[in-house]
């Protein structure tokens, strides 16, 4: 394969890539479950269904998309489901108490596990422990309209929720018998006149903080108006006693700020070019041209004998095993004797000697000094007596003509 063939599979490549990448992003909105409880949001955390039957059957409900400063007139409720994408401020909450003052509602569920709204801290929220999940009994009593408008996607099924049970009489609880919640931590709070009036098990669900001529509503999590649960139990009744107080605004100000952003291009293929731009410059690196005259290759040249030499006894220098080598000069002797000769390895040194004089006529003390100092530089020798050793040694064995 030439090399223009190379680069152009490459760049075909690198279109390919690219292309899926944006299509793959283009529909992950539609793929992805959002956990933000908006009305614009048809997965089983959004609050789409509520917000189409409210609509359907006639409330008319409305869309708050501006700040609290700014409360429509036709308002008597207004909801705002676990904000987490912007703050409610000091100033807003203000204004939005004197609106409750003068006889309306405000509905606010408490996010879970995010950073705390100042509507928290003002009512002196807690979390406390939560309840066990329950198991979900039959729905088939529910009219076909209703179920129709919950998201395809979302199972009838609830193993992760809970049965929260009226406590206290309420408007808000009229027509009330049980309220689907999730199994998880329930609120508290430290002011005297708040009114618990749901729970599951010992764990309150709903609490009405009593405020001039209305009232605020707080909910442990934005579970009553979830898609998933919107026509479980009693939790459609509850929202529809809360519309009949008045037209009914939801807060989307406060968490579609994200959501209603499009993510960029370059969010979408960004990191996939990166990586295609990176095995480029690689493949560059490897078939690419070099940049200037290149160098001529260093000519080989073969080591004579002696350098072999000087270099393996440096080495063997370096590591200081003159010691071990004496005891190595002996035993290499014996095997040779062994081998050439036919003298056993495992004769004593003074046998040894006798046979090398019989058989080779070198006399024996020759061997048994050779061998005695053999054994005293094992213990500690020194660079040049080994090499001296190491001499007397291949003397020896030529003399005896091995």
């Given at each position: 394969?030439?090399?223009?063939?190379?680069?152009?599979g490459?760049?075909?490549?690198?279109c390919?890539?690219?292309?899926?990448?944006?299509?793959?992003r283009?529909d992950?909105?539609?793929?992805?479950?959002?956990?933000?409880?908006?009305?614009?949001?048809?997965?089983?955390?959004?609050?789409?269904?509520?917000?189409?039957?409210?609509?359907?059957?006639?409330?008319?409900?409305?869309?708050?998309?501006?700040?609290?400063?700014?409360?429509?007139?036709?308002?008597?409720?207004i909801?705002?489901l676990?904000?987490?994408?912007?703050?409610?401020?000091?100033?807003?909450?203000?204004?939005?108490?004197?609106?409750?003052?003068?006889?309306?509602?405000f509905?606010?569920?408490?996010?879970?596990?995010?950073?705390?709204?100042?509507?928290?801290?003002?009512?002196?929220l807690?979390?406390?422990?939560?309840?066990?999940?329950?198991?979900?009994?039959?729905?088939?009593?529910?009219?076909?309209?209703?179920?129709g408008?919950l998201?395809?996607?979302?199972?009838?099924?609830?193993?992760?929720g809970?049965?929260?049970?009226?406590?206290?009489?309420?408007?808000?609880?009229a027509?009330v018998?049980?309220l689907?919640?999730?199994?998880?931590?329930g609120?508290?709070?430290?002011?005297?006149?708040?009114?618990?009036?749901?729970?599951?098990e010992?764990?309150p669900?709903?609490?009405?903080?009593?405020?001039?001529?209305?009232e605020?509503?707080?909910?442990?999590?934005a579970?009553?108006?979830?898609?998933?649960?919107?026509?479980?139990?009693?939790?459609?009744?509850?929202?529809?006693?809360?519309?009949?107080?008045?037209?009914?605004?939801?807060?989307?100000?406060?968490?579609?700020?994200?959501?209603?952003?499009?993510?960029?291009?370059?969010?979408?293929?960004g990191?996939?070019?990166?990586?295609?731009?990176?095995g480029a410059?690689?493949l560059?690196?490897?078939?690419?041209?070099?940049?200037?005259?290149?160098?001529?290759?260093a000519?080989?040249?073969r080591?004579?004998?002696?350098?072999?030499?000087?270099?393996?006894?440096?080495?063997?220098?370096?590591?200081?095993?003159?010691?071990?080598?004496?005891?190595?000069?002996?035993?290499?002797?014996?095997?040779?004797?062994?081998?050439?000769?036919?003298?056993?390895?495992?004769?004593?040194?003074?046998?040894?000697?006798?046979r090398?004089?019989?058989?080779?006529?070198?006399?024996?003390?020759r061997?048994?000094?050779?061998?005695?100092?053999?054994?005293?530089?094992?213990?500690?020798?020194t660079?040049?007596e080994?090499?001296?050793?190491?001499?007397?040694?291949a003397?020896?064995?030529?003399?005896i003509g091995?």
């Amino acid at each position: 394969m030439s090399r223009r063939s190379l680069w152009l599979g490459y760049a075909l490549v690198v279109c390919l890539v690219a292309g899926a990448a944006v299509a793959l992003r283009s529909d992950e909105a539609g793929r992805l479950e959002s956990p933000i409880p908006s009305i614009g949001n048809a997965s089983a955390a959004g609050a789409k269904g509520l917000f189409t039957y409210l609509k359907e059957s006639g409330a008319d409900p409305g869309v708050l998309d501006t700040k609290f400063t700014t409360i429509p007139s036709d308002a008597r409720v207004i909801v705002s489901l676990a904000p987490t994408r912007r703050f409610i401020g000091v100033d807003q909450w203000k204004l939005l108490r004197e609106w409750v003052r003068r006889g309306n509602t405000f509905v606010y569920g408490v996010p879970r596990r995010t950073r705390s709204q100042y509507v928290e801290t003002n009512l002196s929220l807690k979390w406390v422990f939560g309840p066990r999940p329950a198991p979900l009994l039959d729905t088939a009593s529910l009219d076909d309209g209703l179920r129709g408008l919950l998201d395809k996607r979302s199972a009838q099924n609830d193993p992760n929720g809970a049965d929260a049970l009226p406590w206290l009489p309420s408007p808000l609880l009229a027509g009330v018998k049980r309220l689907r919640v999730a199994a998880d931590e329930g609120l508290d709070t430290g002011i005297s006149a708040t009114r618990m009036i749901a729970g599951a098990e010992s764990s309150p669900a709903i609490l009405v903080f009593p405020d001039g001529a209305g009232e605020v509503v707080t909910l442990a999590g934005a579970d009553l108006a979830e898609n998933r649960r919107i026509a479980v139990a009693d939790n459609l009744v509850f929202w529809l006693n809360l519309a009949a107080r008045g037209r009914v605004y939801f807060d989307e100000y406060h968490h579609l700020e994200l959501t209603s952003q499009s993510p960029g291009l370059f969010a979408a293929i960004g990191p996939t070019l990166l990586q295609l731009l990176l095995g480029a410059l690689v493949l560059s690196l490897a078939l690419g041209r070099r940049l200037g005259k290149a160098r001529p290759l260093a000519a080989a040249r073969r080591r004579s004998q002696g350098e072999y030499v000087t270099q393996l006894a440096q080495l063997y220098g370096a590591a200081r095993l003159e010691a071990q080598l004496c005891e190595e000069l002996q035993a290499s002797l014996r095997r040779t004797l062994f081998e050439r000769l036919g003298v056993s390895a495992a004769l004593d040194d003074l046998e040894v000697a006798r046979r090398l004089e019989q058989r080779t006529g070198v006399q024996a003390d020759r061997y048994l000094a050779l061998v005695r100092r053999a054994r005293e530089l094992s213990h500690a020798a020194t660079r040049g007596e080994f090499a001296l050793l190491c001499r007397d040694f291949a003397l020896f064995e030529r003399e005896i003509g091995c």
